[in-house]
């Protein structure tokens, strides 16, 4: 497999000031360039850009996985296993109020992981997720 490289993501928040605090101060990303509508972040090696879009009425559709309801869409990234819980633990500390509390989904069987969803304020779903084995993140 080839190494990997950083990703880029860019998602809307209608509010950047609460964003900005809820990225920087409440998940401790490191921040990069900025300007009045967007902020770069360093999201676990990645580049996670928050962009200003006016708010618009949106609903939220879920899918059942595991037994739970996980937002769509949503987006997130893997971690080492003791950095996610690391992080939970952060989270944690800092109240979030979680989707889905961090739990070992599909216990026992193939793909067997962390995972916890929660939302920043403008309502995106992001997902943390770890693996014990690596290997499984592709496995059938």
Known sequence: MAKLSPFHLAIPVYNIAECRNFYTNVLNFEEGRH??????????????????????????????????????????????????????????SKSIKFIIEPYIRFKGQVGEQATMFFKDPSGNALEFKAFKEIGQLFAK
């Open 35 to 92: 300007s009045k509508y967007w902020v770069d972040y360093n999201f676990f090696g990645h580049q996670l850009v928050i962009h200003y879009k006016p708010k618009t009425e949106t609903y939220t559709h879920t899918n059942s996985v595991d037994g739970k309801d996980v937002p769509v869409p949503h987006f997130g990234v893997v971690l080492p296993w003791e950095t996610f819980e690391e992080f939970a633990d952060l989270l944690r």
